[in-house]
């Protein structure tokens, strides 16, 4: 009974890994695979309206049409893992986790590499700003002490380091550590709360007794949470809506984060106009094929 | 389920005469131990894809070629960088003991009150049977919300591991007080009437006498309770939220669970979930290892 | 003392009802707001243009359940009756510690364990994305199992031995004995067993969200993607304010109430049972 259950598992296994490890030449005929993510992402947000994925309709209202049978990832890497192991996919994902990912190719637009230089001198249109987010002007001393950490120097060393482009220049002042204590919740968009982890490390090696907490929950959480004091500074990867600046949220930006077209390895495909984005990501377009014509 | 005991129903036993009835019966016979394979190939086949995946990740090799354990994964402190789950696991413990702390005592005093003070078949009791039995129906997604719409907002404990916890503990409050009643009432009538015959009262004959008896069984319970607890995901991620680090009771903390589901979500390696989800697999299995052996050693005795 | 267990017991009661209070204080005024009927028949999710329309998550769910239950039900009944009827006590000791194990394996590992494995090979085997309603049925088929492979042991181990014996005595097989009188008897055990199934199903969230592609969209064939009530509360609470938040908790309401009505016909079996 043992022998042959085991011999039984061993034939499944080797089966089902062999399938996988399947690889076939990439198929242009295949119907693309559009991953996406869900409604109230920050990245979503400023993706569709770069893209034009969200247009006005008939009635003059903001629209975002993207496609039905688009898969909804709920999460950066969600989005990178689908990518990176369906030949078809196409998905869309923060520039900074995609330059420390290599399972997934980042295609150009309109011929312009998705790179941090060209974010900088503004080539590489779709963009979007990291922002954090208080509730007016910010009273708690260690709040302030590692917001003026986050845009020192050292804070937007850090920044720059994980692939973000900082508009630090040479008058950006130096932080000097004045060994607050205390405890910090930092809460918000899942794109930006990776960099803002390193930032919070950063600040808790030169100031051992300050605690601060990253939670990511999204754009929209981190600035609810901003507003109503469930976090001390919220987190947001899109620029604020009319109705959150009316509600006191004041937003900083720490930096310009890329949103980068993302493909699996085994696509020839290697650049993309932002109308052909549009096609795909609404649906108009479902084959490689048709794409390349 | 202790409700199929009750089983008499009236059957017409139809006697197959004829060999081809036989034949029918043999094939369905051949289905069962088919069936039987596929349940336990699937156990295995999850198993051995998990610890092939993710044992290798335990380790690193150096430029001479040489295995070296990964001991960053067990750093004190988490980072983007080393993904340390050290702060998850010891989450994962509190976060049992607090859930414990709240559905233990609660689940045994409810459950000793239904074997050994409630009068059969009162009202009270079928009510409490009722919405025990609803409380563990409910999804865990409904605690969640639950969770998140009184301990956090509503009681202002913001997400927090004690928010988290007292989620947790009414979702293993059911099974804890259903199997503390039904093993006080495995327990002979004859250890309690002796009890009675020495003079002891009925407080101190179910709490000397009755309770170490049942012991065995309410332990299992609580071991599954633990198995519950660090596998639950959905119902923590709105309650005791994902901080990183080793929390403590007010704090946000991930347990490793949490800290899975997070790690396919915004982490940056997919290496390591597979790391952290055999440790979660360890600890299930140790969990029901333990129960169950708990559990053959009380069969045993009776 | 007493009265210290009498209120232990009682905070069951308690927390039902402190459950249904919040679910339905916090759910129901965006019925104010938004029509209920609107809400359970409209096809379309849009909640940031204020459309929320939730048949396609209701029609998701019960998809995904029926699908599992397709696969997980014989496969589970079957295991039982081996279980309960044919295997040797040796192989016995070796089943039931695995079924418990099957049955504590945490969701997210499960669906780890089909994002990984079972999505790029349905992908590969069959076509389309793999992120479908087809993964996340056989995912859950796999995580009602133990569910109902113990209920249903239980029930058919229940059955007096009279049933078989009077059965052999008559001339049957053991086999034909054991499908032709014990299983009939235990039938309504091993259908409380599948309807407790169907609760685990309905109910499931991490794991699903993971593998079904979770598009809000009416289902479109089992290839495809879809979307259940409980991923749509856990995908979107994290971004939800205002009535988006409401509507999620709506969504909850709703899913709590069919999860409700499964229970009570569960219970229902079982009180029948019992009487008989």
Same mark, same amino acid.
């Given at each position: 009974?043992?022998?042959?259950?085991?011999?039984?598992?061993?034939?499944?296994?080797?089966?089902?890994?062999?399938?996988?490890?399947?690889?076939?030449?990439? %198929?242009?005929?295949?119907?693309?695979?559009?991953?996406?993510?869900?409604?109230?992402?920050? =990245?979503?947000?400023?993706?569709?309206?770069?893209?034009?994925?969200?247009?006005?309709?008939?009635?003059?209202?903001?629209?975002?049409?993207?496609?039905?049978?688009?898969?909804?990832?709920?999460?950066?890497?969600?989005?990178?893992?689908?990518?990176?192991?369906?030949?078809?996919?196409?998905?869309?994902?923060?520039?900074?986790?995609?330059?420390?990912?290599?399972?997934?190719?980042?295609?150009?637009?309109?011929?312009?590499?998705?790179?941090?230089?060209?974010?900088?001198?503004?080539?590489?249109?779709?963009?979007?700003?990291?922002?954090?987010?208080?509730?007016?002007?910010?009273?708690?001393?260690?709040?302030?002490?590692?917001?003026?950490? $986050?845009?020192?120097?050292?804070?937007?060393?850090?920044?720059?380091?994980?692939?973000?482009?900082?508009?630090?220049?040479?008058?950006?002042?130096?932080?000097?550590?004045?060994?607050?204590?205390?405890?910090?919740?930092?809460?918000?968009?899942?794109?930006?709360?990776?960099?803002?982890?390193?930032?919070?490390?950063?600040?808790?090696?030169?100031?051992?007794?300050?605690?601060?907490?990253?939670?990511?929950?999204?754009?929209?959480?981190?600035?609810?949470?901003?507003?109503?004091?469930?976090? %001390?500074?919220?987190?947001?990867?899109?620029?604020?809506?009319?109705?959150?600046?009316?509600?006191?949220?004041?937003?900083?930006?720490?930096?310009? %984060?890329?949103?980068?077209?993302?493909?699996?390895?085994?696509?020839?495909?290697?650049?993309? =106009?932002?109308?052909?984005?549009?096609?795909?990501?609404?649906?108009? @377009?479902?084959?490689?094929?048709?794409?390349?014509? | 389920?202790?409700?199929?005991?009750?089983?008499?129903?009236?059957?017409?036993?139809?006697?197959?005469?004829?060999?081809?009835?036989?034949?029918?019966?043999?094939?369905?016979?051949?289905?069962?131990?088919?069936?039987?394979?596929?349940?336990?190939?699937?156990?295995?086949?999850?198993?051995?894809?998990?610890?092939?995946?993710?044992?290798?990740?335990?380790?690193?090799?150096?430029?001479?070629?040489? !295995?070296?354990?990964?001991?960053?994964?067990?750093?004190?402190?988490?980072?983007?960088?080393?993904?340390?789950?050290?702060?998850?696991?010891?989450?994962?413990?509190?976060?049992?003991?607090?859930?414990?702390?709240?559905?233990?005592?609660?689940? $045994? #005093?409810?459950?000793?009150?239904?074997?050994?003070?409630?009068?059969?078949?009162?009202?009270?009791?079928?009510?409490?049977?009722?919405?025990?039995?609803?409380?563990?129906?409910?999804?865990?997604?409904?605690?969640?919300? /639950?969770?998140?719409?009184?301990?956090?907002?509503?009681?202002?404990?913001?997400?927090?591991?004690?928010?988290?916890?007292?989620?947790?503990?009414?979702?293993? !409050?059911?099974?804890?007080?259903?199997?503390?009643?039904?093993?006080?009432?495995?327990?002979?009538?004859?250890?309690?009437?002796?009890?009675?015959?020495?003079?002891?009262?009925?407080?101190?004959? =179910?709490?000397?006498?009755?309770?170490?008896?049942?012991?065995?069984?309410?332990?299992?319970?609580?071991?599954?309770?633990?198995?519950?607890?660090?596998?639950?995901?959905?119902?923590?991620?709105?309650?005791?939220?994902? #901080?990183?680090?080793?929390?403590?009771?007010?704090?946000?903390?991930?347990?490793?669970?949490?800290?899975?589901?997070?790690?396919?979500?915004?982490?940056?390696? @997919?290496?390591?979930?597979?790391?952290?989800?055999?440790?979660?697999?360890? +600890?299930?299995?140790?969990?029901?290892?333990?129960?169950?052996?708990?559990?053959?050693?009380?069969?045993?005795?009776? | 003392?007493?009265?210290?267990?009498?209120?232990?017991?009682?905070?069951? +009661?308690?927390?039902?009802?402190?459950?249904?209070?919040?679910? /339905?204080?916090?759910?129901?005024?965006?019925?104010?707001?938004?029509?209920?009927?609107?809400?359970?028949?409209?096809?379309?999710?849009?909640?940031?243009?204020?459309?929320?329309?939730?048949?396609?998550?209701?029609?998701?769910?019960?998809?995904?359940?029926?699908?599992?239950?397709?696969?997980?039900?014989? *496969?589970?009944?079957?295991?039982?009756?081996?279980?309960?009827?044919?295997?040797?006590?040796? $192989?016995?000791?070796?089943?039931?510690?695995?079924?418990?194990?099957?049955?504590?394996?945490?969701?997210?590992?499960?669906? /780890?364990?089909?994002?990984?494995?079972?999505?790029? /090979?349905?992908?590969?085997?069959?076509?389309?994305?793999?992120?479908?309603?087809?993964?996340?049925?056989?995912?859950?088929?796999?995580?009602? !199992?133990?569910?109902?492979?113990?209920?249903?042991?239980?029930?058919?181990?229940?059955?007096?031995?009279?049933?078989?014996?009077?059965?052999?005595?008559?001339?049957?097989?053991?086999?034909?004995?054991?499908?032709?009188?014990?299983?009939?008897?235990?039938?309504?055990?091993? $259908?409380?067993?599948?309807?407790?199934?169907?609760?685990?199903?309905?109910?499931?969230?991490?794991?699903?969200?993971?593998?079904?592609?979770?598009?809000?969209?009416?289902?479109?064939?089992?290839?495809?993607?879809?979307?259940?009530?409980?991923?749509?509360?856990?995908?979107?609470?994290?971004?939800?304010?205002?009535?988006?938040?409401?509507?999620?908790?709506?969504?909850?309401?709703?899913?709590? *109430?069919?999860?409700?009505?499964?229970?009570?016909?569960?219970?229902?079996?079982?009180? &029948? &049972?019992?009487?008989?």
């Amino acid at each position: 009974m043992k022998l042959r259950s085991f011999t039984a598992l061993l034939l499944i296994l080797t089966m089902a890994l062999g399938l996988t490890a399947l690889a076939a030449d990439f %198929d242009a005929k295949q119907v693309i695979t559009v991953v996406s993510r869900e409604e109230g992402s920050g =990245t979503r947000g400023a993706f569709v309206e770069l893209t034009g994925v969200q247009a006005k309709d008939a009635s003059g209202e903001e629209k975002d049409n993207t496609y039905s049978e688009a898969i909804i990832s709920n999460g950066t890497n969600l989005v990178l893992t689908t990518v990176a192991d369906n030949q078809a996919a196409i998905g869309y994902a923060s520039l900074s986790s995609v330059l420390h990912n290599d399972t997934v190719k980042a295609l150009k637009v309109e011929g312009i590499e998705a790179s941090t230089e060209n974010i900088l001198n503004g080539t590489y249109k779709i963009a979007r700003p990291f922002n954090v987010v208080t509730k007016g002007e910010l009273t708690d001393e260690l709040a302030k002490d590692f917001m003026a950490y $986050v845009m020192s120097k050292e804070g937007q060393a850090i920044v720059t380091e994980d692939g973000l482009v900082s508009s630090a220049n040479d008058q950006t002042p130096s932080y000097a550590a004045a060994n607050k204590s205390g405890s910090l919740t930092v809460g918000g968009s899942t794109s930006v709360a990776p960099v803002m982890e390193l930032l919070a490390e950063g600040y808790m090696e030169l100031n051992p007794e300050a605690k601060i907490e990253v939670q990511s929950t999204g754009s929209s959480a981190g600035v609810t949470g901003a507003l109503d004091g469930t976090y %001390d500074i919220g987190m947001a990867s899109r620029t604020l809506k009319d109705s959150e600046t009316e509600k006191g949220a004041l937003a900083t930006v720490i930096g310009t %984060d890329g949103i980068a077209i993302v493909t699996n390895l085994a696509n020839p495909v290697e650049d993309i =106009t932002v109308e052909q984005v549009r096609q795909v990501f609404t649906g108009e @377009v479902t084959t490689w094929e048709a794409l390349n014509k | 389920m202790s409700e199929t005991g009750a089983t008499t129903p009236a059957v017409d036993i139809t006697v197959p005469t004829r060999p081809s009835m036989h034949l029918g019966s043999r094939f369905l016979k051949a289905l069962c131990w088919a069936a039987g394979f596929v349940t336990i190939g699937v156990l295995l086949l999850i198993i051995a894809y998990i610890l092939v995946n993710g044992l290798p990740e335990f380790f690193s090799r150096d430029e001479q070629g040489t !295995l070296h354990f990964k001991a960053s994964l067990f750093a004190l402190k988490y980072n983007s960088r080393n993904l340390s789950m050290l702060p998850a696991i010891l989450n994962t413990l509190t976060m049992t003991a607090l859930s414990l702390l709240i559905s233990v005592p609660l689940g $045994v #005093g409810g459950g000793i009150y239904l074997a050994e003070y409630a009068k059969p078949g009162s009202k009270l009791v079928k009510i409490i049977r009722v919405t025990a039995e609803t409380l563990a129906g409910i999804p865990s997604i409904i605690y969640a919300l /639950f969770g998140m719409l009184v301990f956090v907002v509503t009681l202002q404990m913001g997400i927090s591991m004690l928010s988290g916890a007292l989620t947790l503990g009414t979702m293993t !409050l059911p099974l804890i007080l259903r199997q503390t009643e039904e093993s006080l009432l495995s327990v002979p009538m004859s250890y309690r009437e002796g009890s009675y015959g020495l003079g002891a009262g009925k407080l101190r004959t =179910t709490v000397r006498i009755v309770l170490p008896v049942a012991m065995p069984g309410i332990l299992a319970a609580v071991l599954l309770s633990i198995g519950r607890i660090s596998g639950e995901t959905a119902a923590l991620i709105f309650t005791s939220g994902t #901080g990183t680090g080793i929390a403590g009771i007010n704090d946000s903390g991930r347990t490793l669970a949490v800290h899975l589901f997070k790690l396919q979500e915004e982490g940056r390696a @997919v290496g390591a979930s597979f790391a952290v989800a055999v440790v979660l697999l360890i +600890i299930v299995v140790l969990m029901n290892a333990l129960s169950s052996y708990i559990a053959k050693r009380l069969t045993k005795k009776g | 003392m007493r009265g210290l267990f009498l209120a232990s017991a009682c905070v069951c +009661i308690f927390a039902v009802g402190v459950i249904c209070y919040f679910l /339905f204080a916090n759910g129901l005024p965006f019925f104010a707001k938004y029509s209920a009927w609107d809400f359970i028949t409209g096809t379309e999710w849009a909640p940031l243009r204020g459309i929320y329309g939730i048949l396609p998550m209701i029609v998701g769910s019960f998809l995904v359940t029926f699908g599992a239950l397709l696969l997980g039900a014989p *496969i589970g009944v079957l295991t039982a009756i081996l279980m309960a009827r044919f295997a040797s006590s040796r $192989v016995v000791r070796v089943m039931k510690p695995a079924v418990a194990l099957l049955a504590g394996i945490p969701s997210v590992v499960y669906g /780890f364990f089909g994002l990984k494995l079972l999505v790029p /090979f349905t992908r590969n085997m069959l076509g389309g994305n793999g992120l479908s309603m087809f993964v996340a049925s056989i995912l859950l088929a796999i995580m009602i !199992l133990p569910t109902i492979i113990q209920t249903s042991e239980a029930a058919i181990n229940a059955v007096p031995n009279s049933y078989y014996e009077g059965s052999l005595a008559m001339g049957a097989t053991h086999e034909s004995s054991v499908f032709r009188a014990i299983v009939p008897a235990a039938k309504s055990g091993i $259908v409380s067993g599948i309807v407790l199934g169907i609760g685990r199903a309905i109910g499931e969230t991490t794991a699903i969200l993971m593998v079904a592609g979770n598009q809000a969209r009416m289902p479109t064939g089992i290839l495809a993607g879809v979307r259940t009530l409980t991923v749509n509360v856990l995908l979107e609470m994290g971004y939800a304010a205002d009535v988006h938040r409401e509507s999620l908790i709506a969504t909850g309401v709703v899913l709590f *109430i069919i999860v409700m009505a499964i229970n009570f016909i569960f219970s229902f079996i079982n009180r &029948r &049972r019992v009487v008989q």
